[in-house]
Structure formats: C-alpha cells, structure tokens
C-alpha cells in the first residue's frame, strides 16, 4: 500500500470551498537551528499536495534571482530570517503554517508570529533533545496556552534513546507524553516506524535504509508477522520498548493535549519522510480549529459573524517585482470577501481590500475570501502596522502583540549626511515593519537603533544599502536596554525627562523612553521614582 496520496501539482481550488473557520489548522514549527524545521515543512507540503517534490521549497527560493541580499545574509548564515506562511488543503482541511524564523536574535518576530497561530509543532532532533531555543519557544506557547505535538527527528540517524527523550520532554518542560509513533530500530539498525495507534509499519522497499514508501498494516506492535520482517535483536528490542512505553506513559487525550497538559509525540525522519503523513493527520484530526483571540473588550470569539483580524507581520520585499510592503493579517472572525471595507481601528479610517493575497509554498495568489483562521497579505504602503486591528467597523483592538526592549544599542551614523531624508525614511520603514527599534534621543540629532539581538543590526545596515542606497554605520553607545516610561500624571513624566535629558528619547510613536546605562542606575531611576512605570515591554498600538 502506498503512504502517501500521489503529489500533486498546485491546486488551485485550494481555500475556495466557503467552509467557515472549524476546517482551518493554523499552526506554527518550533525548533532550535537545525534539528530539521525546513525539511519538515518541505515534506508537510508534499505531503498536503502543496509542492510536487522535496526540495521545492528551497529550489524555488533560490530561482528568486533577484533576491537582495539581507535574503544572502540569511542564506549564507544558514538562518532562516523572514516568515511566511504556508497555505495548503487536504482532505477537507485548510492548513495554514506559518514559518518562523529560528535564530535567536529574530525570536521577537517569532514572537508575533506565535500569536497568531492556534496550535504548534515543536521539532526536537533525537540525538540532541530539548535546547535552548527549543526551550525559549515551548514557553511562549505555554505562556499562550498553545497546544503542541511533538515531531522527535532524524530517528533514521544513531540518537538517544527513545525513552531518554521522552523522560527529558516530560520532566523538563512538566508535560504528560503520549507516544503514537515508535521508531522500529535506530541508526545503523533504522527499520523504519511503527504507528501506534493504526498498527501500521512504515518502512522503505526494498533497502531499509531508504526514504519511506511502503506502509504495511499488522495487527498490532507484537504481530508475528511483523516481527518476521524484522532482523532479530530488532524485534525484540521494538517488542519490550513498546511494550513498556505504553504501560509507562499517558494514554493519548485530546482534551489534555488542547489545554497544553499533554504532547503526543511522534518519532520520525523529516529527511526520509517517515511519520511525517502520521503528524499531518494528527494535526488534522485534533489541533484546535481558531481559537478566541483576546481584546481589550474580551476575548473575539471566531464564530463571530462580522469580520475581526489582526496584523502580526508586516514585510518589504517579498518580491522583487512587488515594491510594496505586505502585511500578513491573521483573521479571528467572520467571512471575509475580497473587496470589502474594513475598519482599520488605528487610524479610524475604512480600509478597502481589494487585492488580499494568499500564500501557496512561495507563490502567491489573489483570494476571494478568508475565515477565521486564515492568514493572508494585504499590500499597503505604510498604512498598516504590526498590532494594527481591522474589523468590520467595531473599534475594539487585539491585544498581546508585545514589543520587547532592546538588548542592543547603537547610534546610526550615515556615511554621506545628505542622505539624512533617506536614513530617515529607511529607519521609519523597518521600524515599522519590526525589524529595530528606533530612538529619537532629546539631546543630539542621530538616531538610536535597538535591537534584540546583533545580526539584526547587519540585516539593517544591509537592507539600507540596497533597498536606500544609503550606507550606515553603527557606534556604541553607554545605553544598555530602553524602557517605556508611563505614569498616571504625565507631568510625573516630563519632570523625570527634565532631570534625566541626557538619557531620555522618543520612540517612533513620540512614546518617551528611558535609557539607563546599566541595571543598576535603572533600578535606582525605579527607587527615585515610584510613581513611574518603566516597563520592559509594551503593547504595540
Ligand atoms: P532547520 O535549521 O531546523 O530548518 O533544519 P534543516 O531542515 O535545514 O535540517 C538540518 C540538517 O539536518 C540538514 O542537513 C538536513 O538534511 C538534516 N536532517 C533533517 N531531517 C533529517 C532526518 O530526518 N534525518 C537525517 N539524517 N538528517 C536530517
């Protein structure tokens, strides 16, 4: 029998079946660099009919000849930098993965990214198990009450020991484990995986050492049969593993596994496309469809009939031959149709969106409708940003979109100072889109950029040579991090600026911002000042 459907080509029905939001699966990958996030995704895609063979993903990008090079940045450095989302439709359900970027110094937009999807796949490579970005992220989505399925990777590879893996996953991040999907051998003695559930063995004919093609159906882990297509010491070893994973560890239970209490776990070969069909259909068959998105005026619930959205991320030069900007735009409520009127809440003023855009692999197409659910980019020039709520005409806002204080400081320094309109307009520009964040100080005329972590300070420098024609430099400067002053009087405010001017700055939206030096002269800005909030984050608006 064969696993998987014949891929296929593009189709290009996909999303145009108006079956409301409970059909939608939007979900992100989280992983640390290199336990085999891209490889995943190709074969998700393959395996949803998306792309017609492995690799496209990457061979397509690569065709982009004109990609600039913040896109070689992320090429050479073997980081993935921007996210995108992918559309693709199998069996009835529209499954829309939104890419996040895995280097650490790109988690705020990750970040964002994790707000707007309802569930998450976290990849841990069997031979490393959890680290520490891996860490960083499955705490957001705990913190976001997102529900994860657990794909263990490269068990075609000598790795840890199943067991090892799933103590680590339960112990180190207090989660009850299920596993559905058991590795049959490792390493040089790989036979392939057995699920859990269906009985069904997925191996490769005819070397056992191949990508999986062959699916055979036992009637259970403990099968004769099975066992005589296994090499001995193989099958004994797979019978008493089994055998002691399902007594040791918890039953599969959707309820559990939606409230974040549990993670089925599914051991497989991204690269040799083992269990990756087992993970679609689990992903399918149980990650929640849209959930409620909180609000400031309670959370939107997605069966709402007028339509509500959010913009989580905003991009520049998606494509050469687009100039524009693209908001990627999450929506909670409603059904949107191509052409309608939306409130955009920021600026009071009505948004007609006649060119929505849905992402297929990396095509992109025009949609004539969204659900609850679905992801789509709307080009702009400007008018939207990350935060930014549409709705159908309500003025209620989403919340949870933080902005997070820099760890990184530099002053800009342009190399040729008539090109101070461009830095301007340039700075404005990935700003907007979160690439930095930028400080006007109250004392001096250069700008002050911050950044969660280095490499974003290359990918600016680069992006503003190319796409500005302006060449920048950075310089140090005493600041550490900034924060975001506030208080329930603004003269409170404007006093401690007053006193504090030489570390005192604007943000872009004219919030001011403190900029201590070091922890402790922010701690005693604190103690001087105990009617002021120096917050870390704030709420994008
Ligand atoms: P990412 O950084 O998480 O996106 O990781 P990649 O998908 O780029 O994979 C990192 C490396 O691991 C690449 O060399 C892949 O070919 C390899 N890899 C990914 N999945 C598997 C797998 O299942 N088995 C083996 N042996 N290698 C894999």
Redesign the pocket.
């Given at each position: 029998m064969s696993a998987l459907p014949e891929p296929q080509i593009a189709p290009t029905s996909v999303r145009s079946k108006p079956d409301g939001s409970l059909s939608r699966r939007t979900f992100a990958i989280i992983?640390?660099?290199?336990?085999?996030?891209?490889?995943?995704?190709e074969k998700l895609l393959l395996a949803g009919g998306a792309i017609n063979m492995a690799g496209a993903v990457k061979v397509r990008g690569e065709n982009r000849r004109a990609r600039s090079d913040w896109m070689e940045i992320e090429q050479s450095r073997?980081?993935?930098v921007t996210s995108s989302v992918m559309t693709f439709e199998r069996e009835g359900i529209t499954f829309n993965l939104l890419d996040t970027p895995?280097h650490s110094d790109f988690s705020e937009d990750t970040y964002r990214t994790l707000t707007a999807v309802d569930s998450a796949i976290m990849?841990v490579d069997v031979a490393k198990g959890i680290e520490s970005q891996t860490r960083k992220l499955f705490e957001i989505c705990r913190l976001r009450d997102i529900p994860i399925i657990t794909f263990v990777?490269?068990?075609?590879?000598e790795g840890r020991d199943p067991f090892e893996i799933l103590d680590e996953l339960e112990a180190g991040l207090a989660l009850s484990v299920s596993p559905q999907v058991w590795p049959v051998g490792m390493g040089s003695d790989f036979q392939g995986c057995f699920d859990l559930e269906t009985n069904e063995f997925l191996h490769s004919r005819p070397r056992a050492a191949g990508s999986f093609n062959s699916v055979t159906q036992f009637n259970g882990p403990d099968d004769p049969a099975l066992h005589a297509v296994l090499p001995e010491h193989v099958a004994a070893k797979f019978a008493g593993e089994v055998e002691l994973a399902q007594a040791g560890y918890s039953a599969f239970d959707a309820e559990a596994y939606r409230q974040g209490h549990l993670t089925p776990v599914v051991f497989?070969?991204?690269?040799?496309d083992?269990s990756v069909d087992q993970l679609l259909k689990i992903v399918a068959r149980f990650a929640p469809p849209p959930r409620p998105q909180p609000s400031d005026k309670g959370a939107v619930d997605p069966l709402t009939q007028s339509v509500s959205a959010f913009v989580f991320k905003v991009q520049a030069n998606m494509d050469p031959n687009h100039r524009d900007r693209v908001a990627f735009v999450r929506f909670c409520s409603g059904h949107f149709k191509r052409g309608m009127k939306l409130n955009h809440v920021r600026s009071g003023k009505p948004l007609a969106v006649n060119n929505p855009i849905y992402f297929f692999a990396q095509e992109r197409a025009l949609t004539e409708e969204a659900f609850a659910g679905d992801v789509i980019g709307i080009p702009n020039h400007g008018t939207l940003r990350v935060g930014d709520t549409l709705t159908e005409g309500e003025t209620f806002r989403f919340t949870g979109l933080p902005s997070f204080a820099p760890e990184v400081m530099r002053r800009v320094r342009l190399e040729d100072t008539m090109k101070m309109k461009q830095l301007r307009r340039a700075l404005e520009d990935l700003a907007e889109e979160g690439l930095v964040q930028v400080f006007k100080p109250t004392i001096g005329s250069q700008w002050i950029v911050g950044v969660v972590g280095p490499l974003q300070l290359d990918v600016l420098a680069s992006r503003v040579r190319n796409e500005y024609k302006t060449d920048i430099t950075f310089e140090p400067v005493p600041y550490a991090t900034a924060r975001w002053i506030s208080a329930d009087e603004e003269r409170f405010v404007k006093t401690f600026m007053q006193e504090n001017m030489m570390s005192c700055a604007m943000d872009r939206d004219e919030r001011p911002v403190f900029l201590p030096k070091n922890d402790w002269e922010l701690r005693y800005a604190r103690e001087r000042n105990p009617g002021l909030t120096f917050a870390e984050t704030r709420e994008i608006v």
């Open positions: 992983s640390h660099p290199d336990a085999g996030k891209t490889t995943l995704t073997g980081i993935s895995g990849v990777n490269k068990v075609d590879r497989g070969s991204a690269l040799r083992f």
